[in-house]
Protein backbone atom coordinates (compact mmCIF):
# COMPACT_ATOMS: atom_id res chain seq x y z
CA UNK A 1 0.00 0.00 0.00
CA UNK A 2 1.54 3.59 -1.26
CA UNK A 3 2.55 5.25 2.13
CA UNK A 4 2.64 2.33 4.86
CA UNK A 5 5.33 1.64 6.86
CA UNK A 6 8.01 -1.07 6.22
CA UNK A 7 6.87 -4.23 7.88
CA UNK A 8 8.70 -5.56 11.02
CA UNK A 9 10.79 -8.86 10.57
CA UNK A 10 11.45 -10.87 13.91
CA UNK A 11 15.60 -13.19 13.77
CA UNK A 12 15.77 -15.43 16.62
CA UNK A 13 19.75 -16.37 16.88
CA UNK A 14 20.93 -18.71 19.55
CA UNK A 15 25.04 -18.27 18.99
CA UNK A 16 25.27 -21.41 22.01
CA UNK A 17 22.94 -24.26 21.47
CA UNK A 18 25.63 -26.92 20.86
CA UNK A 19 28.54 -28.89 22.69
CA UNK A 20 29.50 -30.35 19.60
CA UNK A 21 33.29 -30.99 18.94
CA UNK A 22 33.83 -31.37 15.00
CA UNK A 23 35.79 -34.46 14.35
CA UNK A 24 38.82 -32.57 13.10
CA UNK A 25 39.40 -30.47 16.38
CA UNK A 26 38.24 -33.35 18.72
CA UNK A 27 42.02 -33.58 19.60
CA UNK A 28 42.23 -30.46 20.66
CA UNK A 29 39.48 -31.54 23.69
CA UNK A 30 41.14 -34.80 24.98
CA UNK A 31 40.19 -35.73 28.74
CA UNK A 32 37.84 -32.92 28.63
CA UNK A 33 34.53 -34.42 28.73
CA UNK A 34 33.39 -32.63 32.30
CA UNK A 35 34.23 -29.32 30.09
CA UNK A 36 32.49 -30.30 27.43
CA UNK A 37 29.26 -31.64 29.33
CA UNK A 38 29.35 -27.80 31.32
CA UNK A 39 27.66 -24.55 31.05
CA UNK A 40 31.74 -23.39 29.65
CA UNK A 41 30.43 -25.53 26.45
CA UNK A 42 26.94 -24.20 25.36
CA UNK A 43 24.11 -22.98 27.09
CA UNK A 44 21.06 -25.48 28.04
CA UNK A 45 17.89 -25.10 27.28
CA UNK A 46 18.90 -22.04 25.06
CA UNK A 47 18.03 -23.59 21.98
CA UNK A 48 14.51 -24.94 23.54
CA UNK A 49 14.04 -21.39 23.72
CA UNK A 50 14.80 -20.23 20.43
CA UNK A 51 13.03 -22.88 18.60
CA UNK A 52 9.73 -22.31 20.52
CA UNK A 53 9.94 -18.29 19.70
CA UNK A 54 10.95 -19.24 15.90
CA UNK A 55 7.49 -21.33 15.57
CA UNK A 56 5.08 -19.01 17.38
CA UNK A 57 6.97 -16.02 15.42
CA UNK A 58 7.17 -18.41 11.77
CA UNK A 59 10.46 -16.35 12.31
CA UNK A 60 14.35 -17.97 11.03
CA UNK A 61 16.35 -18.88 14.05
CA UNK A 62 20.28 -18.87 13.51
CA UNK A 63 22.19 -21.48 15.68
CA UNK A 64 25.55 -22.42 16.69
CA UNK A 65 26.52 -25.50 15.63
CA UNK A 66 29.88 -26.09 17.66
CA UNK A 67 30.78 -25.69 21.26
CA UNK A 68 31.76 -21.83 22.21
CA UNK A 69 35.12 -23.33 23.46
CA UNK A 70 35.85 -23.74 19.96
CA UNK A 71 35.08 -19.92 18.86
CA UNK A 72 32.58 -18.40 20.31
CA UNK A 73 29.70 -16.81 18.27
CA UNK A 74 28.81 -14.04 20.22
CA UNK A 75 32.05 -12.09 20.45
CA UNK A 76 33.28 -9.88 17.64
CA UNK A 77 36.71 -9.86 15.22
CA UNK A 78 39.53 -9.50 17.51
CA UNK A 79 37.90 -9.90 20.74
CA UNK A 80 40.28 -11.72 23.18
CA UNK A 81 37.80 -14.39 24.45
CA UNK A 82 36.29 -14.90 21.45
CA UNK A 83 38.41 -18.44 21.20
CA UNK A 84 39.21 -20.37 24.12
CA UNK A 85 41.88 -21.46 26.32
CA UNK A 86 42.25 -24.61 23.86
CA UNK A 87 42.05 -22.65 20.87
CA UNK A 88 43.74 -19.14 21.39
CA UNK A 89 47.03 -20.73 21.07
CA UNK A 90 46.69 -22.96 17.87
CA UNK A 91 48.74 -21.47 14.66
CA UNK A 92 46.72 -18.54 12.92
CA UNK A 93 46.23 -20.73 10.03
CA UNK A 94 44.04 -23.53 12.18
CA UNK A 95 41.93 -20.23 13.87
CA UNK A 96 41.60 -18.86 10.58
CA UNK A 97 39.99 -22.19 9.38
CA UNK A 98 38.04 -22.21 13.05
CA UNK A 99 37.01 -18.60 11.80
CA UNK A 100 36.18 -19.27 8.26
CA UNK A 101 34.31 -22.62 8.96
CA UNK A 102 31.92 -21.54 11.89
CA UNK A 103 31.82 -17.46 13.21
CA UNK A 104 31.75 -15.95 10.03
CA UNK A 105 29.18 -17.72 8.23
CA UNK A 106 27.20 -16.85 11.34
CA UNK A 107 27.32 -13.17 11.29
CA UNK A 108 27.41 -12.60 7.75
CA UNK A 109 23.83 -14.75 7.39
CA UNK A 110 22.90 -12.40 10.24
CA UNK A 111 23.69 -9.13 8.58
CA UNK A 112 22.48 -10.08 5.29
CA UNK A 113 19.12 -10.61 6.92
CA UNK A 114 19.38 -6.99 8.16
CA UNK A 115 20.53 -5.87 4.78
CA UNK A 116 17.72 -7.95 3.08
CA UNK A 117 14.47 -6.78 4.93
CA UNK A 118 13.12 -3.61 4.63
CA UNK A 119 11.81 -1.90 7.88
CA UNK A 120 13.42 -2.85 10.99
CA UNK A 121 14.94 -6.02 12.40
CA UNK A 122 13.63 -7.28 15.48
CA UNK A 123 16.65 -9.44 16.73
CA UNK A 124 16.09 -11.60 19.62
CA UNK A 125 19.24 -13.56 21.27
CA UNK A 126 18.43 -16.28 23.60
CA UNK A 127 21.05 -17.49 25.89
CA UNK A 128 21.02 -19.20 29.20
CA UNK A 129 23.31 -18.82 32.51
CA UNK A 130 24.42 -21.15 35.12
CA UNK A 131 22.69 -20.90 38.87
CA UNK A 132 26.31 -20.12 40.08
CA UNK A 133 29.29 -18.65 39.44
CA UNK A 134 32.42 -17.97 40.74
CA UNK A 135 30.71 -19.19 44.72
CA UNK A 136 27.77 -16.93 43.72
CA UNK A 137 24.48 -17.52 43.71
CA UNK A 138 22.20 -15.64 40.93
CA UNK A 139 19.21 -15.09 42.74
CA UNK A 140 17.23 -14.56 39.63
CA UNK A 141 15.55 -16.57 36.99
CA UNK A 142 15.14 -14.32 33.89
CA UNK A 143 17.18 -11.67 32.40
CA UNK A 144 16.23 -9.62 29.91
CA UNK A 145 19.42 -7.41 27.93
CA UNK A 146 19.18 -4.41 26.07
CA UNK A 147 20.45 -1.03 25.59
CA UNK A 148 19.03 1.21 27.86
CA UNK A 149 19.80 4.18 25.45
CA UNK A 150 17.17 2.83 22.90
CA UNK A 151 14.08 3.15 24.03
CA UNK A 152 12.34 0.62 22.22
CA UNK A 153 14.51 -2.46 23.76
CA UNK A 154 13.88 -0.98 27.43
CA UNK A 155 10.26 -0.76 26.78
CA UNK A 156 10.03 -4.11 24.94
CA UNK A 157 11.87 -5.70 28.13
CA UNK A 158 10.10 -4.10 30.61
CA UNK A 159 6.51 -5.03 28.77
CA UNK A 160 8.02 -8.61 28.84
CA UNK A 161 9.05 -8.44 32.16
CA UNK A 162 5.30 -7.50 33.53
CA UNK A 163 4.12 -9.99 31.43
CA UNK A 164 5.71 -12.78 32.81
CA UNK A 165 5.45 -12.10 36.39
CA UNK A 166 2.07 -11.38 35.80
CA UNK A 167 1.72 -15.06 34.48
CA UNK A 168 4.50 -16.61 36.34
CA UNK A 169 4.02 -17.12 39.85
CA UNK A 170 7.20 -16.96 41.77
CA UNK A 171 9.55 -16.22 38.69
CA UNK A 172 12.04 -13.36 39.26
CA UNK A 173 12.75 -11.22 35.94
CA UNK A 174 15.80 -8.78 36.25
CA UNK A 175 16.91 -6.03 33.69
CA UNK A 176 20.49 -6.44 32.00
CA UNK A 177 21.66 -9.45 34.16
CA UNK A 178 23.48 -11.04 34.60
CA UNK A 179 25.47 -9.63 31.61
CA UNK A 180 24.99 -5.98 30.46
CA UNK A 181 22.77 -5.55 27.27
CA UNK A 182 25.67 -3.43 25.80
CA UNK A 183 28.43 -5.73 26.50
CA UNK A 184 30.34 -7.30 23.49
CA UNK A 185 28.25 -9.47 21.12
CA UNK A 186 26.63 -9.99 17.47
CA UNK A 187 23.38 -7.85 18.73
CA UNK A 188 25.77 -5.10 20.23
CA UNK A 189 28.37 -5.10 17.05
CA UNK A 190 25.21 -4.43 14.45
CA UNK A 191 24.15 -1.46 16.69
CA UNK A 192 26.64 0.24 15.61
CA UNK A 193 26.13 -0.14 11.86
CA UNK A 194 22.08 0.26 12.07
CA UNK A 195 20.20 2.76 14.11
CA UNK A 196 16.90 1.86 16.13
CA UNK A 197 14.63 2.51 13.20
CA UNK A 198 16.54 -0.60 11.82
CA UNK A 199 17.56 -2.68 14.43
CA UNK A 200 16.07 -3.58 17.94
CA UNK A 201 17.91 -6.30 19.56
CA UNK A 202 17.72 -7.98 23.08
CA UNK A 203 18.43 -11.20 24.66
CA UNK A 204 16.19 -13.68 26.78
CA UNK A 205 18.97 -15.41 29.48
CA UNK A 206 17.37 -18.50 31.14
CA UNK A 207 18.83 -19.53 34.83
CA UNK A 208 19.57 -23.31 33.69
CA UNK A 209 17.95 -24.42 37.16
CA UNK A 210 14.31 -23.22 35.36
CA UNK A 211 15.71 -26.04 32.67
CA UNK A 212 16.22 -28.65 35.40
CA UNK A 213 13.00 -28.41 36.61
CA UNK A 214 9.67 -30.10 35.90
CA UNK A 215 7.74 -26.94 34.82
CA UNK A 216 10.28 -26.22 32.34
CA UNK A 217 7.70 -26.34 29.57
CA UNK A 218 5.33 -24.28 31.51
CA UNK A 219 8.00 -21.62 31.83
CA UNK A 220 9.44 -21.93 27.88
CA UNK A 221 5.68 -21.13 26.66
CA UNK A 222 4.95 -18.48 28.64
CA UNK A 223 8.40 -16.72 27.57
CA UNK A 224 7.77 -17.98 23.97
CA UNK A 225 4.12 -16.42 23.26
CA UNK A 226 4.53 -13.87 25.43
CA UNK A 227 6.95 -12.25 23.57
CA UNK A 228 6.00 -13.45 20.29
CA UNK A 229 2.52 -11.60 20.99
CA UNK A 230 4.59 -8.46 22.13
CA UNK A 231 6.78 -8.73 18.85
CA UNK A 232 4.15 -9.20 16.56
CA UNK A 233 1.92 -5.90 17.96
CA UNK A 234 5.28 -4.03 17.29
CA UNK A 235 4.92 -0.77 15.90
CA UNK A 236 8.12 1.36 14.50
CA UNK A 237 8.39 4.84 14.47
CA UNK A 238 11.50 7.09 14.90
CA UNK A 239 12.11 10.59 16.70
CA UNK A 240 14.72 12.79 15.47
CA UNK A 241 15.96 13.36 18.97
CA UNK A 242 18.49 10.88 19.87
CA UNK A 243 17.16 11.01 24.00
CA UNK A 244 13.64 10.91 22.93
CA UNK A 245 11.59 7.57 22.30
CA UNK A 246 12.59 5.63 19.39
CA UNK A 247 9.65 3.32 18.90
CA UNK A 248 6.83 2.12 20.19
CA UNK A 249 4.66 -0.86 20.99
CA UNK A 250 0.96 -1.07 20.43
CA UNK A 251 -0.86 -3.54 21.47
CA UNK A 252 -2.71 -5.92 18.54
CA UNK A 253 -6.83 -4.37 18.41
CA UNK A 254 -8.68 -6.97 19.23
Same mark, same amino acid.
Given at each position: ???????????????????????? %????????????????????????????????????????????????????????????????????????????? %???????????????????????????????? /???????????????????????????????????????????????????????????????????????????????????????????????????? %??????? /? /?????????????
Amino acid at each position: MPGSKPPVSALITCEHASARVPAY %WQRLFCGQTEVLASHRAWDPGSLDLAEALARHLDAPLLAGQVTRLLIDLNRSSGHPRRFSEWTRGLPESDRVRIERS %WWLPHWQVFGQFIRSHPGQVVHIGCHSFTPVL /AGRRRRFDIGLLYDSRRWAERRLCRDLAGRLSARLTGIRVRMNQPYRGTANGIGQQHRRLYGPDRLLSVEVEINQRLVRRGDWGVVLAAISTELAELIRA %WSPRVHE /A /ADEPVSVISRASA
